[in-house]
């Protein structure tokens, strides 16, 4: 039987040998040079950053190792790097990474800001990458379906009018879906009229905008992704961790579940009057006040009070007056830039201490490099 075996592998090509080789387990490149030549020309770079002296690493390193059987295909390749070898200190540096271990994606060659916050699992994984290779759009085909859709004013989409789904246009469409999934909703509306194509971003509090660029994926993509987030997102407990790792101080508009005239007032607002402030000084969400109820708690406030305004300085938090004066000119930049400046102060309004720096990213789940300069520096 082995000397079969050995007779077998002496006949078969290397190239076919390395194909086989290559699709069915993790890669660990060498060099930045070795992962960038590794990486271009998929459809999906799965990079898994890590350390070897991380638990949390080792746990999930593990379970990725199980990954490559299903995406045996020459468009999906998923890597392990060692954030803390020499060879990829910078690499990681550059890519924001600041624990471990983080997943990010590189889709079509664009590096995904978003990183996979999901559970470690295996089927979880495979079925958020499935999602990204497999990437379908909702076809409306008639316009029954389109003013459906348009009368949607609980999310943010993006149409795109097209003749056919055979259209250049249409194709780059797709792609670009694929890397902002998760922060819009996507659909197509197929009618042969020659205007077309048309791409365009659907928002209730702002209205619509249109997409008047060259039509390549480029500029589309850059297109969407500057108008795709809203200016004001939902939080959720799935998305938290994305919100407060970024350790800005949170401008928080609590509603009814089905309350989406507060956040489009909300939103109008905050375009109006601290838009400048975004992202780089606070960041503006909106939540389920039902679903949050022990931060309403936590201020001695419950669901009967909304809709309500506060920030959240991860210090201590400030509560808006009544909804109804955000609409006074000039009264929610004043609240916030006052609750800013007097959080950096100290001068805080009941001493009580933030309740979303419990939602950051947690010990049980990540190592973090400060953790490990320290270890280095000692």
């Known amino acids: 039987m082995i000397l079969f075996v050995l007779v ?12 086989f080789h290559e699709h069915h387990k993790v890669l660990r490149p060498n060099s930045v040079a070795e992962l960038r030549k590794t990486i271009k020309g998929r459809e999906l770079a799965v990079i898994v950053f890590g350390a070897k002296r991380c638990r949390h690493s080792n746990h999930l390193e593990h379970i990725v190792n199980e990954l490559p059987q299903y995406f045996n295909k020459s468009n999906v390749v998923i890597l392990s790097l060692d954030c803390r070898s020499e060879n990829f200190t910078k690499y990681c540096a550059d890519n924001n990474i600041n624990k471990f271990p983080t997943m990010k ?14 559970q470690r699992k295996v089927e979880a994984i495979k079925s958020y990458i499935d999602k990204l290779v497999d990437n379908e759009i909702p076809i409306l085909d008639d316009i029954d379906k389109l003013i459906e859709v348009r009368a949607d004013n609980n999310h943010r989409c993006v149409i ?14 797709k792609k670009v879906s694929g890397i902002f999934h998760e922060q819009c909703y996507f659909y197509a509306f197929i009618n042969d009229v020659q205007q077309l194509p048309v791409i365009a971003v659907r928002d209730s509090a702002l209205g619509d905008e249109i997409f008047t660029g060259k039509q390549d994926i480029n500029n589309i993509y850059q297109w969407v992704r500057d108008n795709c987030k809203p200016l004001v997102p939902e939080m959720t407990f799935d998305n938290a961790e994305e919100f407060i790792e970024q350790q800005k101080p949170l401008l928080i508009l609590y509603r009814n579940i089905s309350d989406m005239e507060s956040v489009n007032q909300f939103t109008k607002v905050v375009n109006s009057e601290i838009k400048d402030l975004l992202p780089g000084s606070i960041t503006a969400i909106h939540v389920d006040g039902s679903a949050f109820r022990n931060a309403l708690r936590f201020a001695n406030l419950t669901v009967e009070d909304l809709p309500l305004i506060q920030i959240d300085t991860f210090k201590t938090h400030y509560t808006f007056g009544n909804f109804t004066e955000i609409l006074y000119s000039g009264k929610l930049r004043t609240f916030v830039k006052n609750s800013i400046e007097s959080s950096r102060s100290g001068l805080y309004d009941d001493g009580r201490k933030s309740i979303f720096s419990r939602l950051k990213p947690s010990s049980k789940r990540y190592s973090f490099v400060e953790e490990f300069t320290k270890k280095d520096e000692l």
């Open 105 to 118: 994606m590189v889709y079509l060659g664009i590096h995904m800001k978003t990183e996979y916050r999901g």
């Open 8 to 19: 077998f592998i002496s006949l078969v090509p290397n190239k076919f040998l390395f194909y």
């Open 160 to 173: 795109g009018f097209f003749s056919s789904t055979k259209n250049d246009v249409f194709q780059n469409f």
